[in-house]
């Protein structure tokens, strides 16, 4: 059942995908540790896709002089506590900032479709991620996950999946994400050229993913600045990839800057037609930046209720 529904995820009738993504969603909403385990975690708990052998080297290639001029970008809505300790160094980084701004400043600003830098909208993102990470770390107090990301001694699968998942999972030195975040990773990185419905589906399912306050599950969607080994696929790296798909296309555009406005306005009920082989790139742009100010929200709040 599982491996037909994900391969309607790629059907050649648009709607047909798009109600199993729904489904999928119907799926995550109700946070049923069982089916979180089986879908995603089971291929995350090895922590197989970091490079440990990278991570001594990537650290120190930032100086303190780097830190300091880091932490003074400027970060919307940050304000840290001083003298605070965090209750989980997994979902609350002292590179903080870094995150979060390795999302808001994914695309150049020239290439945003708000015209006034103080209306972005992150700051309500911010307040719908507080109050909707509430209502999930209460659904998920119970579960028993741990609070930090480590290299486990030995590999070992839970029961509670089903006997065919266990395999999947264990690729020995192979990181293998699992056929459900392969399946998202690889309808991401076809942003640029599918119905707005389903971007805006298939984002949805990332941002109830990245809720979920399980350290493997976060680090691996929502820390750029994680060493991955080179066989492992991020989110992050997928969004860099449609990104430059996008800032290679757009910019020759006539007057795309208001085109990526009226786009921004239509999508909001409140703008005018464009033409079609132009539309799905401005909405595919669009969406792009709104799901990066959705996951440095998420990323923040996740810090704050864990520090």
Known sequence: MRQHLLYNC????????????????????????????????????SRSYYDSSAS????????????????????????????????????????INKVINSFLFLLPQHLHSTTDPDETGYEQYVQDADRQYQACTTQCACYGWPNEATFPESAEYDDSCSSDSRPE?????????????????????????????????LTGLVSHLAMLP?????????NPLLPLRSEANSLFSILQLVAGELMSQIPAMKNYKHLLYVTRQKLLGDGSDIQEE??????????????????AAIAFVKYHHSS
């Open 56 to 95: 001594d080297s990537l650290i120190g290639s930032w100086s303190d002089e780097e830190d300091e001029r880091e932490r003074q970008r400027d970060s919307p809505l940050l304000d840290f506590s001083p003298g605070s300790s965090p209750v989980s160094r997994t979902l609350a980084p002292s590179s």
């Open 169 to 201: 999972a264990d690729h020995g030195c192979q990181f293998y994400e699992g056929p459900f975040l392969r399946m998202i990773f690889t309808r991401i990185a076809r942003l640029p050229y599918q119905p707005y419905e389903i971007n805006l589906q």
């Open 10 to 45: 790629f059907h050649k009738e648009d709607e047909v995908s798009l109600e199993t993504l729904r489904l999928f969603e119907v799926l995550l909403q109700k946070r049923n540790e069982h089916v979180l385990h089986c879908l995603v975690l089971v291929y995350l708990t």
């Open 278 to 295: 132009e539309n799905s790139l401005l909405e595919s742009m669009v969406v792009l930046e709104e799901f990066c100010k959705e996951l």
């Open 214 to 222: 399980h350290p493997y599950l976060h680090e691996y969607l929502l």
